[in-house]
């Protein structure tokens, strides 16, 4: 619970540069997602291209974490690899496995920050044009991540009136 506690959207970073090594060991934290019927779609691509960058911050209004980042990873599907086509399940998937990448980062006491591509058709063919994605690959989402400029407090969103038990509306007496 304590890495998921710490885990806050850092949008400003230091200019020290994150390694390969913890670059690998996030995506193998995306890797371990659950995914369904086990199809694995994902695809990584680690982007250092400052090139890509400014061109993504001209489809992404919040896309500014960019302007310190020192790394950010594309994750996508390949759409070849589902086992249910057409249902959408790489979403779910792609989503997973961002949010593991997140929490790896956060573990690893680094800063990141997930940005949202899909269904954003702007979002897409930005990516897809300047990523070079072939037919079938489909970006879900960008993450930037680094050293953060500074610290952030804990955070505990639990809300009590949005649980309920059994049935919506019938409060859960715990």
């Known amino acids: 619970m304590e890495t998921i506690f710490n885990r806050r959207s850092v949008r400003k970073y230091t200019d020290k540069v994150i390694s ?3 670059l690998k060991q996030i995506i193998k934290a995306g890797m371990a997602a659950p995914s369904a019927k086990n199809s694995q779609e994902w695809v990584f691509i680690v982007i250092r291209d400052k090139e890509i960058y400014k061109a993504f911050l001209g489809v992404h ?5 960019l302007n310190t980042a020192t790394a950010a990873i594309l994750v996508c599907a390949d759409l070849s690899k589902e086992r ?11 989503a997973a496995a961002m949010e593991n990448m997140l929490l790896e980062a ?15 058709e ?16 489909e970006p879900l989402g960008l993450m930037s991540v680094g050293e953060p400029t500074k610290d952030y ?3 505990d969103r639990y809300m009590e009136d949005r649980v309920f038990f059994n049935t919506y509306g019938t409060k859960w007496e715990k």
């Open 84 to 94: 249910e086509p057409g249902q959408g399940w790489w979403i779910q998937d792609c």
């Open 106 to 120: 956060t573990a690893m006491g680094l800063g990141s920050l997930w940005m949202g591509v899909h269904p954003k």
């Open 61 to 65: 209004p919040n896309a500014f974490s």
């Open 20 to 22: 390969d090594e913890q």
């Open 153 to 155: 407090d804990k955070i």
């Open 122 to 137: 702007d979002r897409i063919a930005c990516i897809k044009e300047v990523c070079g994605l072939p037919e079938g690959i």
